[in-house]
């Protein structure tokens, strides 16, 4: 028992791991794709505006005389010229701070150089400046010079704008970690829901376990399986149920088979005891006497072996470990009649019609079908009318598919049945009242019942019109 919940438990585990597996690497797949393009787009905007602003600074500047003071965060109208979330610093011409940016930025021999320059609007860019804690962006761009006849001089300074470069990687960074946690929270609720759905699978898995561990402990196969569903777990379960009844079945046939045969087997073991003890005197019995015992020994020994060799056939046929093949009735009868005519003396005619080619098992067809010859033989002693063998199958239609099954009759002109042994003439060991005193174990039709209902028929026995017997079998045919 804790073996098989270890395994089922192996198994719960084993489905909601891979559930969560599957689900997280989907998650960390999606989460990384939608955090490195929002990253992108992110990163692009800022760059994007920021060119902006210095692309709008070198055009007002080109286009408009201007000095530090226009840019000074104490002339009136500076938030014009000062963009919006941007620092602004502003430089005269030997690169002095004029107007510190909050916070202030550093200043490099580039800069200056910007700001000494005549040429107005040229702009030098500084990526990743260390600012105090923060990271910056920074740009450099010259007002540039002119001289009183409007010939270009020296220069009159630069503007630095810069833009917080840290903000936005803190930014994509809070973006990053509530990635991590939505992935972490995704991948608890994928095992989560992969162990509720896995429990839930499995739970009929278990009572097929169970099912199969109560057959392994009582040996009792009429157990049924109270599996629902129309998935693969429930035709597992039906299959199961069914393969559990045909074995239930089977063992059933197997205890009355072995019941019935101690019964038959306890006549003429009795018969030979009896006869083997008068053997101690048969120095005492008469010539004639002796002869009759060696004569009753000869005959039951002869029985004994009849019973058991239907015994095997009988058990041999149940075991349908015969390959089928394609086989024609007709021609398997004809050779069974040139078998009964040897062994019999008597004349069996074959008569056939129809399309009589069957898939089946050559040997129990032709087991079944020396039975009821046999049978025929053994009833009709004495008789001059042939044994006859009608084999009937069903006629082509125009596509050539046959419907129907085949039919075997074996035909005799002998006493007949009565018609209180008709519903049991093919049980096993069961003989009639008039057919006791012949010779046989009573297994011979029930032989013929068992291969019919193997090849998908059924046997019958009917009065024959003008006295003796109809007795035969159906077998099913495919077109």
């Known amino acids: 028992m804790a073996l098989r919940r270890e395994g089922l438990a192996s198994l719960r585990t084993t489905f909601a791991v891979s559930f969560a597996a599957v689900a997280a690497g989907v998650t960390v797949l999606v989460g990384f794709l939608s955090y490195d393009a929002a990253a992108r787009l992110v990163r692009v905007d800022q760059q994007s505006a920021f060119a902006e602003v210095v692309e709008d600074l070198q055009d007002e500047v080109r286009h408009n005389t201007m000095t530090p003071q226009d840019f000074s965060s104490s002339e009136p109208g500076h938030d014009i010229v000062r963009p919006s979330r941007t620092d602004v610093q502003v430089l005269g011409a030997a690169g002095e701070i004029i107007d510190g940016g909050s916070p202030g930025l550093p200043v490099t021999a580039e800069d ?31 007002l540039g010079g002119a001289g009183r006849d409007g010939q270009e001089g020296a220069g009159r300074g630069a503007v630095q704008v810069a833009q917080e470069f840290s903000d936005t990687e803190d930014l994509l960074r809070e973006l990053q970690q509530r990635t991590i ?3 972490a929270a995704v991948v608890v609720a994928a095992g989560l829901f992969g162990w509720w759905l896995a429990r839930r699978i499995t739970h009929r898995l278990r009572i097929l376990a169970s099912a199969a561990e109560d057959v392994a402990r009582t040996r009792r196969l009429g157990i049924q399986v ?18 559990l009844g045909r074995l239930a079945q089977s063992e059933e046939d197997q205890r009355r088979l072995v019941q019935d045969a101690g019964h038959e087997l306890r006549t003429p073991l009795t018969s030979l005891r009896t006869n083997i003890s ?6 005492e019995l008469p010539p004639a006497a002796r002869e009759d015992l060696v004569d009753d020994l000869a005959l039951e020994a002869r029985e004994l072996t009849d019973l058991v060799n239907e015994l095997v056939d009988l058990a041999a046929g149940q075991s349908d470990t015969e390959p089928k093949q394609r086989i024609d009735l007709a021609d398997l009868a004809d050779e069974v009649a040139v078998v009964a005519r040897r062994r019999t003396g008597r004349e069996v005619v074959v008569r056939a019609s129809g399309d009589t080619a069957v898939d089946a098992r050559p040997a129990a067809l032709q087991r079944a079908m020396t039975n009821l010859v046999e049978n025929a033989a053994k009833f009709d002693r004495g008789g001059r009318a042939p044994i006859e063998i009608a084999v009937t199958g069903p006629e082509r239609g125009r596509q050539g598919v046959r419907d129907g099954a085949i039919r075997v009759e074996v035909l005799d002109r002998g006493p007949g049945i009565a018609e209180g042994d008709l519903v049991r003439l093919f049980d096993r060991f069961y003989r009639a009242a008039d057919a006791r005193s012949l010779p046989g174990s009573g297994l011979g039709l029930s032989i013929v019942r068992e291969v019919a209902i193997a090849h998908g028929g059924a046997p019958f026995a009917n009065q024959r019109d003008g006295g003796g017997a109809v007795i035969g079998f159906t077998v099913g045919g495919e077109g």
Do not use: Q, W
Not at 236 to 242: K, N
């Open 278 to 283: 008068l053997l101690r005197r048969i120095d």
């Open 226 to 243: 109270p599996v629902t569903g129309s998935d693969e777990v429930g035709r597992l379960g039906r299959s199961f149920d069914r393969m």
């Open 181 to 183: 946690l939505m992935v």
């Open 112 to 142: 200056r150089r910007i700001a000494a320059s005549p040429v107005a609007g040229l702009a030098v860019l500084h990526k990743d400046v260390d600012v105090g804690k923060d990271v910056y962006r920074i740009a450099t761009v010259s």
